[in-house]
């Protein structure tokens, strides 16, 4: 069985019953886990390790949380009024908790499933979302992160050419993997609307909608969009339900072509007054 999890934010209290109400085990069984580990909920540091237990039966996306919590470790981002990740911060063993992090993956295939934290663009197939990630993911784990982490925020370049080079092009891949929610017909990224699908800004649409994007053969699934709702479908599955606001933790049990939903609900929701995923 492969359960792919949608964002968890710190919950680790919802995360371990949602573990035992799919009787999951390490010993039998595949963990891949959408990104957004950690901040907002209160317990990111108890998350990771509990994570961490599962050993290489577990897969780990990066989310533009735990790449703010590296962000910050490293010096790159000041600590914001809302983030709760300071019990990751504050351990004694905070060092090799922030080189474990930095080791996720952006993007996998797993199940048959291309699993993303956010979105893929419409000019990339599967492969090359997946080599892109690569190039992206040795830098993050090289010895160029702490330099990279202050070039990494911005939103330009707003869409994808191939002859993107450096900065640009790894800054792009991040926040298409990482932030994306809407784009337009020619992949621009829109990054200030958070609403749901609905509430697309005038020319652009929910990334998976794009006409004729080069993935839609594929089967993906995702997170970070909390607005979105809870989507299982035959090629989709969009799995941020807002637990840290409210809502359940939510994962799709995988095995073969069935797909079994679980949830659990959150027993340490957040005040109202959300920023989104």
Known sequence: M???????????????????????????DRLVLLGDL???????????????????????????HDLHLLAVAHGARKLQRDDSFGDVL?????????DWLRHGRLACMEAGWLCVHAGVLPGW??????????????????????????????????????????????????????????????GSMDFKTKEGAGGAPAGFMPWFDVPGRASAGERIAFGHWSTLGLRVEPTLLALDTGCVWGGPLSAVRVDGPRLALVQVPCSQAREPGRTGS
């Not at 950690?38 to 533009?64: D, H, I, T």
């Not at 040795?138 to 990494?152: D, E, N, S, T, V």
Request: net charge neutral.
């Open 2 to 28: 492969t359960l792919f999890i949608g964002d968890v934010q710190g919950c680790d209290d919802a995360l371990a019953r949602l573990l035992a109400e799919a009787d999951a085990s390490p010993s039998r």
């Open 38 to 64: 950690v901040n907002r909920g209160p317990a990111s540091l108890a998350v990771l390790r509990r994570v961490a237990e599962w050993g290489g039966s577990a897969v780990r996306l990066l989310g533009n």
């Open 90 to 98: 504050d351990a004694p063993d905070a060092a090799h908790w922030i």
């Open 125 to 186: 197939t599967a492969a090359r979302t997946l080599a892109l990630a690569a190039e992206v993911e040795a830098l993050l784990r090289g010895p160029g992160l702490a330099a990279f982490l202050p070039r990494m925020y911005g939103n330009a370049p707003a869409r994808w050419d191939e002859a993107l080079q450096g900065d640009e092009r790894h800054r792009v891949v991040i926040n298409a993997l990482t932030r994306l929610r809407f784009c337009s017909a020619d």
